[in-house]
């Protein structure tokens, strides 16, 4: 099987609107059996390739795994979809540009269609999902919890079971996630002192020729920045 022949679709949208929670059913409506999702090979509710970038101990580290980046989990993947014969992929990602990356680390044909989330989500479905990620830091897998339990122990949360009935005559979707909580955000957020700052400071200037001594520092911070100034004593010796 050559990657080439392989039909390449992309499903984007923003962090935390909701992909990962919609995955399945976009594929279903493009009769799409593998998806790849931060990280991971997944066909129907299995995880048969990678390892979830939500493994990761830092949100860099979390974007290198799901861009695969790494040689030896790229080429995992890759075995595997010549193995299955696969003759079409969704590809999750938070822009064009993320999952045209994808494809291309994974040696997969340009994206053919490129569906967005607003095309399947509401606004006020999207600002919920939103607001989770936000305030209690949750992520969901679109698989059942027993295919990541061995890899997610202790940061495991409930299961989340779906029924949606598709209209009239038609078969409803059913459906069981797993919702997580990954280490960088298990950990909770974390704050740096102003005395921190200013003990870095004053390691860093008392090497300084030319500072004789250090009489005042002031720090201001804001969610994206901190600014610093100082009043010294100069040395002309």
């Known amino acids: 099987m050559f990657l080439f022949q392989i039909k390449t679709y992309a499903f984007i949208g923003p962090s935390g609107t909701g992909k990962s929670y919609r995955a399945q059913m976009v594929a279903g409506e493009k009769q799409i059996n593998y998806i790849i999702d931060d990280g991971l090979l997944i066909k129907g509710n299995e995880v048969i390739a990678g390892t979830s970038a939500k493994k990761a101990p830092t949100k860099i580290e979390t974007v290198k795994n799901a861009l695969f980046t790494n040689e030896e989990k790229r080429e995992e993947i890759v ?108 950990l909770g957020k974390f704050t740096i002192s102003d005395s921190v700052f200013k003990d870095i400071i004053i390691n860093v200037a008392t090497k ?22 100082m009043r010294v004593y100069r040395s002309f010796c």
């Open 208 to 229: 300084v020729t030319g500072i004789h001594k250090i009489m005042k520092i002031r720090i201001d911070k804001t969610s994206k920045e901190v600014r610093w100034s």
């Open 79 to 186: 075995k595997v979809l010549r193995r299955n014969h696969v003759d079409k992929i969704l590809i999750l990602g938070t822009s064009d540009g993320m999952v045209d990356k994808i494809a291309s680390n994974l040696g997969l044909p340009p994206i053919s269609e490129r569906i967005y989330i607003d095309e399947v989500a509401t606004e006020e479905e999207m600002e919920t999902a939103r607001r989770i990620r936000v305030t209690q830091g949750k992520h969901v897998i679109p698989v059942p919890t027993f295919e990541i339990k061995k890899d997610f122990s202790g940061y495991l949360l409930d299961p989340l079971q779906i029924f949606k009935s598709k209209g009239k005559d038609e078969a409803p979707y059913i459906s069981e996630k797993s919702i997580i909580r990954p280490t960088f955000s298990y």
